[in-house]
Each structure stands twice: as C-alpha cells, then as structure tokens.
C-alpha cells in the first residue's frame, strides 16, 4: 500500500506538522481498513445468523407438523413387594380388600392398574406407570396407604406393616400378555400353598 505525503523539501517546511500529518494519514488509512474488514465479517456473521435463525425456524416447523410436543409415553411396570418378615399374613379374605384397595390408589394416581395378585407374603402388581411419577416414590405411597388402610380397619390381628423396599421391571409391549398370564396364575400356587399349610 502507498501512501502520498505530498513534498518534503518546499519552502516553509516544518518537520513537526510533517510528521503530524502523517501519522494523521496513517492513523486515518487504518481505520479505514479496519472498518471495511469488519464490515465484510460482520455482514458475513449476519448473514450466517440468519442462515441459521431460518434453519431453527424450519425445525421448529418440522417438529410442530411431526406433534413431537405431544408424545405419548406408555411404560407397563411390574412391581412386586412383600410382607415385613415374608410372614404370610394376606389370606383370601384379606386380599378381596386389599387389592382393589391398592387398585383405586394407583388409579386416583394415574397408574390405572392391569392386574394384582399375589401369595400370603407378597403380592405382583402390572400397572401403567405415570411418566409425571416416580417409581419409588409411587410404591412408597401405595405400601403406606394400604398399610395404614388394613391397619384402621382391623383387617389383621396384629399389626401389619410392608417390608422395606421392592422390586420392579419395566415390561415391553410385546409381552405384557405373558406377565399378565404369569401373575394370574400364581392363584394356582397359592392354592397349592394354602394347600401345604393345611396338611401341616
């Protein structure tokens, strides 16, 4: 780049305004090259955003004609827990009360439940779980309220009470039949079992 001073040797030169007015110039060309970079990065950092505002905004579309923010989740749970001490106290009669007691608690909770069976020291439940709730806290609620409930209402002669922590699986759709079916079926074995005390 050449920069043009004018004459250094004409008559009334003074060095000092010389070397003012070109670091004058100077300062001046710079700026004025400066300014034109960034101006050319700016626009270009412009344009960019707003490249990529209308590639958000097409996504955005995409996801509002997919109904991404209205995605059904549909999580089956078998849950089983137990007595405290596996101490077989939930007979026949006891269980026409309890289960479809538990049953409406899941319900009211929105985990409608599927089925609830169990043995005299146990029980199975499949149900539809939340996605608002937690598990462990879900069955937390249940085992205090149902504990409480057959406890107020003299179901038992002593007191009764769930034994610490469960267990529990998440069930694919494809074989939520079959848990169901095995569930059902431990009515056979506890008649089997009922069946093992009475012979003692």
């Not at 955003?49 to 549909?74: A, D, Q």
């Not at 007191?159 to 759709?173: I, L, M, N, R």
Request: with cysteine; hydrophobic share 35%.
């Amino acid at each position: 780049m050449r920069y043009n001073f004018g004459p250094t040797h004409s008559p009334g030169f003074k060095p000092w305004a010389f070397k003012k007015r070109c670091i004058f110039r100077i300062g001046y060309k710079m700026v004025k090259t400066i300014k034109s970079i960034f101006s050319k990065y700016i626009t270009h950092g412009l344009n960019r955003g707003l490249k990529e505002c209308k590639e958000s905004i097409t996504v955005l579309t995409v996801l509002k004609l997919t109904n991404m923010p209205h995605s059904y989740n549909k999580i089956w749970i078998h849950a089983i827990w137990s007595t405290k001490g596996r101490i077989p106290l939930i007979s026949s009669s006891i269980e026409q009360k309890v289960y479809p007691f538990i049953s409406e608690q899941l319900r009211e909770k929105g985990c409608p439940a599927r089925l609830i069976n169990g043995m005299p020291d146990h029980i199975h439940c499949l149900f539809l779980l939340n996605s608002q709730k937690s598990i462990s806290e879900l069955i937390k609620q249940i085992k205090g309220s149902s504990s409480h409930w057959i406890n107020q209402n003299n179901l038992i002669s002593e007191k009764f009470a769930w034994q610490t922590g469960f267990a529990s699986y998440s069930v694919s759709e494809s074989v939520v039949e079959k848990v169901y079916q095995y569930i059902k079926n431990i009515t056979i074995k506890r008649k089997a079992f009922s069946r093992n005390i009475t012979s003692f």
